[in-house]
């Protein structure tokens, strides 16, 4: 709000103008009221008359303050009065704004603060800032500096130019410059511009250490002060140089501290090896900057002479030596060159003279050193190591000192051994020149079957290997026997044999790598029983009659037995398996190397005690039979093996009872392992699916044939097939009898009726003989749908085949037949009516496999 009205009692009716001068602040603008008459409308349209006179005051807030430049010109006020009936009114007052000179104004900064200008030294003179200032009334400003001797000018564009090139280490490094602007009217703003000089790096730091040669001994201590090295930089000249320091050149002796500029060693220093060993001069490039990061610098080049000191021993490479002679050497003998292996590496003498001194160890009287400085070691005794006065020393241990002859005389130990080489003189002697071993010819292969030693007089004892040199050997190895060449422990290498060689020989041979010496040696081999015996035939199968009477010899079976260790009548026989119920035996059963198979007890199938129609015996024939009980337990005893297989073949004449049913005769071919358990499984289960399948399909197409065939109505009844006599032929049903692959591989004669009948000897299925008949597979009766004339109605018939054929059929073996029943259907269905199978004589009847085995 820029204008508010002080008081109230009547409204002014008439609009009036003020004029009001640019930044009022809180002024007066109208001090009396307008005298209104006459009725008038107020804001809502409701007459008054005003009948009283007021005065009220129109002034500024001074918030904001009123702008000639930046605010509206000129301001519309409504005046509203309200009197205190509820009478209004209302009018309009105009206040113009007039326009008033003002100072100019300063922009930026400079308008609240004195502004700081940075101006790096060196820099040449040009434009270094610009004042800004504004008019209020837009008029033309001047600007002037004070004071004037400063080397600064201002233009009167406001632009501040330096005269000259400022040097920060010779003129001042601040100036304050007045900055004074002027309107057209003459009022002026004066600030104040503070000019500082950036001092920058341009002058490079130069050495104040006049010393370049310094000379320090070797082996000094890490941090030793080599020398303090001082520089100064003249853009520092008011303050402590910050200057840094660094070695230049490729050095791995000395640093150098980068903000002090101390130089100190910082590795070993050894005078005595390369490269100060040639060269003991040491030349460091030294480095002084103004900045860590590279700026002006200088350099300067010190040189540090290294000195030799006696640091090191005397050192013999090598500092072992180990020397060999053969015993009974000559005395006098130079053995060892000491000073030719040994040597001083300090530089300058008398650091790297040395002697030897101090001969000492176990048997130094022995030796001796020729001179202090010669270092040579001589032999002053002869050795024999089988003297018995010689204590049995092989090696010398001896310690020869090497010693500095400058002080503080360091010095090393030599070691030195001496070995006396054994001289071989004399020949390994066996402590036996014949050896005899006894083996037993079931020892195992890898055995050891005896040793065999030998010795040498020699000191120390001579290392003896042992080898075979000669014999040993069988037809089928080269080489039956072998001897350890460490210990002489004799081995064998094949399994010995007393029925083929009883004595083997062969030769030894004991060496200590230069002389041998040989010995003879004799196994010999001891029989046992490691033979079992071998039976004729061991396998055999036959087949026996159900009825072969007790003591018979069964099938003429004669088992004969040989055993290349044994006596013939040490054979025993006893059955071990499958001899069920004691059937079989042998005779005799012990003390002959032939013996008999003796059936010992009769069959029992009708009662049932007898079960099992194949016999598979094993035979055990053992050679223990001339043994008694104790030597049994102790002796070797070995056993032979027969298999036997016996089918008993049953009589024609045997009933059994068996249930109708429907019996599938197979040939089993024993063509897969037993344990394959699951072949037969697998194989029946699928013929069974197999059969039907095709059982099912064949009643589908019958089912079918039977709906395609037309029926011929006959009025009078007669049957579809003409009979040989006018009569209704009985209905009956001819059954399918499969046999699937039905071997008869027997044939008998029937003790009753004398005829000649077929068996199988797996399945016990048989049928009676014809001449010249081959095997045959009953045919199946062909099944047709027959109609009746009894109104309209229709019934299943099937052919009756010829008398001929039912007779003919009636001699077949029946395998449990079952009847193929169904339920009979409703007529006037399609279908087969099957009624139960009518019994009919015949005249005898064969008992099929299923009774046989129910039996």
């Known amino acids: 709000m820029v204008f508010v009205v002080l008081g109230c009692g009547a409204a002014v009716r008439r609009s009036g103008e003020l004029s009001v001068p640019a930044l009022s602040g809180g002024a007066e603008v109208s001090s009396r009221c307008l005298q209104a008459a006459g009725p008038t409308r107020a804001p809502y349209s409701r007459p008054v008359s005003l009948l009283a006179h007021c005065s009220a005051e129109v002034v500024t807030t001074g918030n904001p303050t009123l702008d000639y430049e930046t605010m509206p010109k000129h301001f519309d ?33 400079m308008a609240i603060q004195t502004v700081r200008i940075y101006v790096l030294e060196g820099m040449p003179p040009g434009l270094i800032y610009k004042v800004n200032a504004t008019d209020p009334e837009n008029g033309e400003l001047k600007y002037s500096p004070l004071p004037e001797s400063v080397p600064f000018r201002v233009l009167e564009n406001g632009d501040i130019f330096s005269r000259k090139k400022i040097d920060y280490e010779k003129d001042p490094h601040c100036y304050f410059l007045n900055i004074t602007v002027t309107d057209p009217e003459g009022l002026n703003s004066t600030k104040t511009v503070n000019i500082n000089i950036i001092n920058i790096n341009d002058e490079s730091p130069y050495f104040t250490t006049k010393q370049r040669i310094y000379r320090i001994p070797e082996e000094q201590s890490p941090g030793t002060v080599v020398a303090n090295i001082t520089a100064k930089d003249p853009d520092d000249e008011d303050s402590p140089s910050r200057l840094f320091y660094s070695i230049q050149s490729s050095d791995t002796y000395f640093s150098i501290n980068p903000s002090t500029g101390v130089l100190q060693v910082s590795g070993r220093i050894d005078r005595d090896v390369p490269p100060l060993q040639l060269h003991p001069n040491v030349s460091i490039v030294v480095r002084v900057e103004d900045s860590p990061r590279g700026g002006h610098s200088s350099e300067m080049e010190i040189t540090v002479i290294i000195g030799d000191i006696n640091d090191n021993p005397p050192e013999c490479n090598p500092s072992t030596f ?3 002679i053969n015993e009974n050497t000559t005395a006098g003998i130079v053995l060892l060159d000491l000073r030719n292996s040994c040597k001083d590496i300090d530089v300058d003498p008398p650091n790297n003279l040395f002697s030897f001194t101090g001969l000492s ?34 090696v010398y241990s001896l310690t020869v000192r090497v010693q500095d002859i400058a002080s503080p005389n360091y010095s090393n130990t030599i070691y030195i051994y001496i070995r006396i080489k054994p001289v071989n003189e004399f020949f390994p002697v066996f402590s036996s020149l014949s050896y005899e071993f006894n083996v037993p010819e079931i020892t195992k292969v890898g055995s050891s079957i005896g040793k065999v030693t030998a010795s040498d007089a020699d000191w120390p004892p001579s290392v003896i290997t042992y080898s075979i040199i000669a014999g040993g050997g069988t037809k089928d190895y080269t080489n039956a026997f072998w001897i350890s060449p460490i210990n002489g422990d004799v081995k064998i290498l094949e399994r010995l044999d007393y029925e083929t060689t009883q004595k083997h020989f062969f030769t030894v041979q004991a ?42 010899n069964v099938n003429g079976f004669r088992i004969q037995c040989q055993d290349r260790d044994s006596d013939p009548r040490s054979f025993r026989y006893f059955i071990e398996e499958g001899n069920v119920n004691n059937h ?63 089918r008993v073949i049953p009589n024609p004449t045997t009933v059994t009872t068996t249930t109708p049913g429907f019996t599938v005769v197979t040939k089993r071919e024993n063509l897969y392992l037993d344990s394959a358990w699951y072949v037969p499984f697998v194989t029946t289960l699928g013929s069974l699916l197999l059969l039907g399948l095709l059982g099912h399909l064949g009643a589908l197409l019958a089912r079918w044939l039977c709906a395609r065939c037309p029926s011929a109505p006959q009025a009078d009844g007669t049957p579809l097939i003409n009979a040989p006599e006018k009569k209704k032929p009985k209905k009956e049903v001819a059954l399918e009898m499969i046999k699937l692959n039905t071997v008869f591989d027997g044939e008998a ?22 001449n010249n008949e081959p095997l045959q597979h009953t045919a199946a009766v062909q099944v047709r749908s027959s109609a009746t004339g009894n109104g309209g109605q229709e019934t299943g018939r099937a052919e009756v085949p010829s008398e001929k054929v039912t007779s003919e059929k009636r001699k077949e073996p029946r395998e449990a037949a079952r009847p193929l029943s169904g339920p009979s259907q409703a007529p006037g269905q399609d279908g087969l009516e099957i009624p139960k199978q009518k019994e009919e004589p015949e005249d005898r009847e064969l008992p099929s496999a299923a009774q046989q085995r129910r039996h």
């Not at 400085?373 to 018995?388: A, H, K």
């Not at 004669?749 to 014809?770: C, H, I, L």
């Open 511 to 552: 060496s200590d790598q230069e002389k041998t010496a040989t010995a003879s040696v004799t196994v010999n081999v001891l029989e046992v029983n490691d033979e079992e015996p071998i039976c004729s035939p061991n396998f055999y199968s036959f087949q026996i009659p159900v009825s072969l009477a007790v003591g018979t």
């Open 361 to 394: 160890g176990f048997g130094s009287n022995n030796f001796a050193l020729e001179s202090a400085e010669s270092g040579r070691l001589v032999m002053t005794e002869s050795i024999d190591l089988e003297n018995p006065s010689n204590p049995g020393i092989e």
């Open 77 to 109: 006020l409504q005046i509203f009065v309200e009197d205190t009936a509820g009478r209004t009114d209302l009018n309009r007052l105009t206040v113009q704004v007039a326009d008033k000179n003002e100072r100019p104004v300063f922009w930026g900064n």
């Open 584 to 646: 079989f035996t042998f005779s005799p059963v012990a003390g002959s190397n032939t013996s008999q198979l003796i059936l010992a007890s009769p069959f029992d199938y009708e009662s049932g005690l007898d079960t099992k129609w194949i016999y598979r015996l094993r035979v055990y024939i053992t050679d223990d039979n001339l043994l008694s009980a104790k030597n049994k337990a102790t002796h070797l005893v070995k056993t032979g093996t027969v298999t036997l297989s016996i």
């Open 322 to 324: 180990r020397k060999e």
């Open 749 to 770: 004669r029937d003790p009753v009726t004398g005829k000649m009948y077929e068996f199988n000897t797996q399945s016990g299925a048989r049928r009676w003989k014809k």
